[in-house]
């Protein structure tokens, strides 16, 4: 039965189902011809949102799995950063001490998630944003470490895991890099919930009380999930350093946080593809708002509460009532 | 006498109000036995502080081993399983997911022959919250009975579920307490399944024990009668 249920869980993957290929290809497609067409700018402007796409994903991520809604993913995503542009400062081998860096975030929070794990709702969020803002402070004060709010640069050695260093500060070379990086989290994510300790953790977020009847303990669980969507944002954190070359304490502020939120609701947590279209959609939204006119915050928030309004599973609940839809009328041309 | 599952005196207090107390109560293995009570008679809650989910007085031995205040998932491993009064499952896992997950943490066995039994074989690839409540309420079921528990704790397992469906499930508790030997408490409102599947009740009244015997002594009972009408006559 055990080797069955994977089989069947994996068979049953959004990504393997029709709609999750037409979308993979969809974008695929996209990000093809803006690679082979598109402006620097528009390259550059790619491989931002690849990367805060990965930032978006552990939000969603952690919102799917568990239910939670964090306000305070730049902390890791700005840990993830910071410890980047430490590594390269205190001229510590880079392949080493990026791991380390995702290490300490995913074992810090794997700590944090142990007390904040026992909060749901509302309280978890509002503990997030106080943990963010905490970090904020702390990264804005800690001048002798991280140089306040001057930020520190990040000096790339010659060659970095097999690349030269400055492929990591190309737009193409950088959304090569984060795609791929990208894809393999977005497939990680999938065979997770395909797995037993998935489905555990979508018990935990369905029925808590019934898991623990069922004879499992589930503080472990949940704060490794928070620490694994932590390590997520990290993992873009460390990105954003490479790419950026300059971190500085605005990426730590809670602002950050909200917009990766905003990305997570406008995709939606219906597919763990959902956060990724939110961030891609959110970023080139943004850019064409502003081109537009000033005011372009005010337009962008208009458009969050409509789409929110509208469709509150966002990108991928819209792409549920199409697919049912669609199906609907197959077997209605089926039957006849 | 030793008894598989003895709980003692057991009491709980909401604020100032005695919701149970001093009741005990004893399980014996294969033996179906009913705790019954009209409505805030202290049925649930006494399930409810037994089983840990919520904390309360008194004493609770498994196997002539304390047990009191152990954790739920310690109670679950230890062989005593529970289900709830509102369908508790996975709405959005299949039920052979849930199955599995209930399998594999209360140490498995029996899933196979659960399905049969349950005959939940035709929607083990659906999800739960796809089929009927008749089903869900089989699904409930199961989860508690998987990974041969010894004693199980049943609050209102029948609660939402037809004339018919009811029937079957009496059938089943049956199957269950003979079949494999196991202890069930039965908080149930159905007197239909209560009649035919215990062999001893139990009957509470705001909150105290009041009387213990047979179906056939107490179907009659005239303190019984006035526990739930408020009369005799």
Redesign the interface.
Known sequence: ??N??LA??FRESPILRPSGLIVLAILTATVAILTVTGSRITLSLLAQATIISILALSVGFLARTADLISFGHAAPFGLGAYGTALVFQHGIPAEVGIWLVLVAVFALFFLIGLVVGKLNGIAFSMLTLALGQFFFVAISKLRAITSGADGLTVSLPRSLFGLPGRTYQTPDGMFIIAAVILAALVILIYLFEAS?TG??A??VR??E?????????TKILKAAVFATSATIAGVSGVLFALYQGFVSPEIVHWSFSGNALIMAILGGSLAVWGPVAGALVFFFLREWLSDLTEHWLAVLGVILIAVTVAWPGGMTGVAKVLRARISGRGRKGGGK | MSFLFRCENIGKTYGGVVALKDVSLNLESGQVHGLIGPNGAGKSTFIDVVSGRTPGLGRVFFEDREITGISPSAMRRAGISRSFQRTSIFPALTVRDQIELANHGAGGGNTDELVEMLGLGAVLDTEAEQISYGQQRLVDLALALVGNPRVLLLDEPAAGLSAPESAVLSGHLEEIAERWNVAVLLVEHDMDVIFRVCKVLTVLASGRFLVQGTPADLRNNPAVIEAYFGSTA
Do not use: K, W
């Open positions: 039965m055990a069955q249920t069947h869980s037993r489905r555990l979508i018990g369905e029925n009380e019934r898991v623990l009847f069922l004879g499992y303990r």
